[in-house]
C-alpha cells in the first residue's frame, strides 16, 4: 500500500484580501443551575478571509466547537456581532437566514451520531438538496447524489447503505458530501479527524484541500491536533478556557509562538525522534481553571511562569504586538522587543531556581485566585454586593 503524504499547504496573496466572516466581541454564556454562568466563549475578535483555512486550536473544553457552532448561527450568540459578507447573522430575516445555511455548513466531530441511522446515505445527502433546492427534479437530485459520492472517493451504490454499514473513514466522507451538497461557500470543520485510524486522517484531509482548491471554499478548521493543523491551516488563532490568546499565520505560530500558553502547545508536539531530548519542553504546571469562575485577570496566570502582579487583576486585550501577529498577554504591553527581553530573563531565573520553588510560585498564584473565587461565592450566597453592603 502506497504510503499517504498530507498535501502542503498553499500560499494565500493577502494583498487585496476580503473578509468572509467577522467576529466582534463575540460572548456566548450558558446557564449552569440558579446563579452561576459557564463562559464558553469570551470577547472574542476576530477576522476570516476569502479562500483561506483558518485553524483553531486548544486543549479540551475551552470553546472551540462553541465558538464554531455560533459563527454559523446554530448556537445564538450571548453579546456581541457575528458578520458574513457584511451583514450580522444574528439579525437575518427568516428568508436570509434561509439563504445564510446555503451558505455556510458545518462538518461534525463524530462521523456516526451526526448521520441518521434511521436514513440511507442517498436521503442524508438529499436532504438538503431537497430543503435548498425545492426546484429539481428527483431525477438530477439523483444525479447530484451520485456525483458528491464520487467527489468524496465512494460509489454510488454507497447512497443504499445505512450509516453503521460504513466505516469510520467512510462515514466522515458522508459528512463532508452532505456539507457540499447545498453548494456552500464556508465549511467549519469541526475536528472532522479526530475519531478516524492515523491512516485515514491524511486522506480526510487532502480530500478538504482538493475540495478547496475546486470549489475555492473557506475553512475554519478546528482540532487540537497541532501537527495536523500546521499542514492545514494559513493562519491559526490559539483558544484558552474561551478567549482567544494568539492569532498569526501558520509559520508565526509554529516557528515564533509569543504567548506562554502557545509556546507550551507548541512544545508539546510530540516529535518521533528517541535522540531528540525532551528537556526543553515547557511543562504547565497547576490546573485549568473553571469556566464558571475564570481568575479575574488573565485566565492563564494560575499556570504561567511569566505572570506578574498585573496579570492576576487586569484581563489582557488581544493586541498587534508585530506585523499580523495578535496577542493577548501583559508581558508585551511595551512592545514586542520588551516582552521577548522579560521572557528571557524569567527564563534565565527558572533555570536556576530549583524545582520546587518553581512550583510553589504557582502554586501560590493558584492559590490567590481561588481564594478570591471563595469570597466571591461566599458574598453572592448572602447576597452582599462588592461595597459590604446587604442587599
Known sequence: MS????IKEKNIDYSNREVLVELENLDKFFKVGKNKTLKAVENVNLKIYKGETFGLVGESGCGKTTCGRTVINLYKPTNGKVIYEGKDITKLSSKEEQAFKKKAQMIFQ????SLDSKMTIGDIIG????????EMQEKDIQNRITELLKTVGLNAEHGARFPHELSGGQRQRIGIARALAVKPEFIVCDEPISALDVSIQAQVVNLLIELQREKKLTYLFISH???MVKHISDRIGVMYLGSMV???????????????YTKALISAIPIPDPDVSSEGRVKLQGEIPSPINAPEGCKFCTRCNYAMEI???DRPVLQEIADKHFVACHLFDKGLDEGIRAMKEQDAKLSRAPQSEVQENVEETTAEAEMGKRLDDEAQ???IDSTGMTK
Not at 504510503?3 to 498530507?6: M, S
Not at 463524530?110 to 451520531?113: I, L, N
Not at 436532504?127 to 425545492?134: A, K, L, S, T
Request: net charge neutral.
Open 3 to 6: 504510503e499517504t503524504k498530507v
Open 110 to 113: 463524530d462521523p456516526y451520531s
Open 127 to 134: 436532504e438538503g438538496i431537497r430543503v435548498h433546492f425545492p
Open 225 to 227: 491536533d497541532l501537527s
Open 246 to 260: 494568539e492569532v498569526s499565520s501558520n509559520t508565526k505560530i509554529y516557528n515564533q509562538p509569543l504567548h506562554p
Open 311 to 313: 496579570c492576576k487583576t
Open 381 to 383: 450566597a448572602r447576597n
